[in-house]
């Protein structure tokens, strides 16, 4: 297995990464693993994938939101 050094980790960070270690039963090194698998799992999705399953969800709770709504939203509370 590869092993990365990282330096200068902000205190308040390493702090955050100790306190979810801890709630995880993980070491902080085993937190971070799971940390970055899970970004980079995110970063993998196929955008084409994602659409489906937002279009197949929309479908079933059939919330739809048309053009003037979206423009509604956008404008609201501008002068």
């Known amino acids: 297995m590869a092993t990365i050094t990282v330096k200068n980790i902000p205190d308040e960070l390493y702090e955050r990464l100790k306190l979810m270690a801890t709630a995880n039963r ?10 970055i698998e899970q970004a ?3 970063q ?3 955008p ?4 489906t399953r937002v279009r197949a969800l929309r479908e079933k709770l059939d919330i739809y939101v048309t053009e003037e709504e979206i423009n509604a ?6 002068p």
């Not at 084409?48 to 659409?51: D, K, N, T």
């Not at 939203?73 to 501008?78: L, Y």
């Open 26 to 35: 993980r070491s902080i090194n085993n937190e971070v693993i799971t940390l």
């Open 40 to 42: 980079v799992e995110q």
């Open 44 to 46: 993998a999705e196929n």
């Open 48 to 51: 084409y994938e994602v659409l």
């Open 73 to 78: 939203a956008k404008n609201e509370g501008r």
